[in-house]
């Protein structure tokens, strides 16, 4: 019995320190130096809960000198890095990608100060990019509408905005004008026909019954502007 029992322990301390071994030996897989020295730390523990088993306490010395000289290499590299990429970075997501790196060494003593000003540095930039990315879209957009802008006024349908306005103004002449140089679009024809009309009954309120007829005819178009035509005609007939 005493015999079993001393082969299940030999069997189960066998079996940590296997596991031990092997952890130490992965961390040459681990690219990030925060997860070596995870890994070697904790196998610097099976290491030590094994005792004088094997070189148990040789295995657990060197997994905590090799996790101290990774982790001190590492910060070291990754701040490096860091900088570097700060420096290379030409984008928004160039200096995030430098801020990720950083905020790796925050809670480290050595760093912290550093890294902080260096992240807030990075969050400039990127507040900078993002205000000309704004001004950019700002001065796009006042192109564009200016080249809009530009063919408009180039187009009929300038003249007819122009002859509209005067003639909600009351200023039908000018509005025929610009009617004119909007020939090319259909709605200018009845626009034109409701400015004559007016204009003909102007005429018509001042005494001058002959242009107020022309500018009835122009209108014809109109019903009451054809009324208005032919009660003219008879009128100026009977005379």
């Given at each position: 019995?005493?015999?079993?029992?001393?082969?299940?322990?030999?069997?189960?301390?066998?079996?940590?320190?296997?596991?031990?071994?092997?952890?130490?030996?992965?961390?040459?897989?681990?690219?990030?130096?925060?997860?070596?020295?995870?890994?070697?730390?904790?196998?610097?523990?099976?290491?030590?809960?094994?005792?004088?088993?094997?070189?148990?306490?040789?295995?657990?010395?060197?997994?905590?000198?090799?996790?101290?000289?990774?982790?001190?290499?590492?910060?070291?590299?990754?701040?490096?890095?860091?900088?570097?990429?700060?420096?290379?970075?030409?984008?928004?997501?160039?200096?995030?990608?430098?801020?990720?790196?950083?905020?790796?060494?925050?809670?480290?003593?050595?760093?912290?100060?550093?890294?902080?000003?260096?992240?807030?540095?990075?969050?400039?930039?990127?507040?900078?990019?993002?205000?000309?990315?704004?001004?950019?879209?700002?001065?796009?957009?006042?192109?564009?509408l200016a080249a809009v802008?530009?063919?408009?006024?180039?187009?009929?349908?300038?003249?007819?905005?122009?002859?509209?306005?005067?003639?909600?103004?009351?200023?039908?002449?000018?509005?025929?004008?610009?009617?004119?140089?909007?020939s090319a679009i259909p709605?200018?024809?009845?626009?034109?026909?409701?400015?004559?009309?007016?204009?003909?009954?102007?005429?018509?309120?001042?005494?001058?019954?002959?242009?107020?007829?022309?500018?009835?005819?122009?209108?014809?178009?109109?019903?009451?502007?054809?009324?208005?035509?032919?009660?003219?005609?008879?009128?100026?007939?009977?005379?």
């Amino acid at each position: 019995m005493a015999e079993e029992l001393f082969e299940k322990k030999i069997s189960k301390e066998e079996k940590l320190y296997m596991d031990a071994v092997n952890l130490q030996k992965a961390v040459t897989c681990v690219l990030r130096f925060e997860r070596k020295v995870t890994a070697l730390n904790s196998a610097a523990k099976k290491f030590e809960s094994l005792g004088d088993y094997k070189d148990a306490r040789i295995r657990m010395q060197a997994c905590r000198e090799e996790a101290c000289a990774v982790d001190a290499r590492g910060a070291k590299e990754t701040y490096e890095l860091a900088l570097r990429k700060k420096e290379a970075a030409k984008k928004k997501s160039d200096y995030a990608d430098a801020i990720e790196e950083f905020r790796r060494l925050r809670r480290r003593d050595e760093y912290r100060d550093r890294v902080k000003e260096q992240i807030q540095s990075c969050k400039k930039e990127i507040a900078h990019i993002e205000s000309m990315a704004v001004w950019i879209r700002r001065f796009t957009l006042l192109a564009v509408l200016a080249a809009v802008i530009v063919v408009f006024l180039r187009t009929p349908g300038y003249p007819f905005v122009k002859g509209f306005v005067h003639q909600q103004m009351g200023e039908y002449e000018a509005a025929l004008a610009n009617y004119r140089e909007a020939s090319a679009i259909p709605w200018t024809k009845d626009l034109k026909a409701s400015c004559h009309y007016k204009i003909g009954m102007q005429k018509l309120e001042s005494g001058e019954k002959e242009k107020a007829l022309k500018h009835f005819k122009k209108a014809k178009k109109l019903k009451v502007a054809r009324k208005k035509a032919k009660e003219l005609e008879r009128e100026l007939l009977a005379k």
